[in-house]
């Protein structure tokens, strides 16, 4: 049974710090590319940060600076650090794992992530 578990999301002040972190089982953590998403209220998923199998990272325009993607294999962990965090950062954060060939994927229920003063 595959499952992708959150956590580290809360409520935040404006230029706060938070880091989420989603730990993998029951699929084979290295050969998977690694992302998150997130999805405000009334607005569509978009994805935040992805992470290759080589540690090839991608983030969206609006995160690019102060958000970093990583993964330590050895813990099968993807993190998202996040720096001066926005009110419009605010939106559950959801970790998903992708098959680079069968293209099947996971997601893990979300973590949600209030920037708010």
């Known amino acids: 049974q595959v499952q992708l578990v959150e956590s580290g999301g809360g409520l935040v002040q404006p230029g706060g710090s938070l880091r989420l972190s989603c730990v993998a089982s029951?699929?084979?953590?290295?050969?998977?590319?690694m992302a998150w998403y997130r999805q405000a209220p009334g607005k569509e998923r978009e994805l935040v940060a992805a992470?290759?199998?080589?540690?090839?990272?991608n983030y969206v325009d609006s995160v690019k600076g102060r958000f970093t993607i990583a993964r330590t294999i050895a813990e099968n962990t993807v993190y998202l650090q996040m720096n001066s965090l926005k009110p419009e950062d605010t939106a559950v954060y959801y970790c998903?794992?992708?098959?680079?060939?069968?293209?099947?994927?996971?997601w893990g229920q979300g973590t949600q992530v209030t920037v708010s003063s």
């Open positions: 998903n794992g992708r098959h680079p060939v069968s293209r099947a994927q996971y």
């Open positions: 029951g699929i084979i953590f290295g050969i998977y590319d």
């Open positions: 992470i290759t199998r080589s540690s090839i990272t």
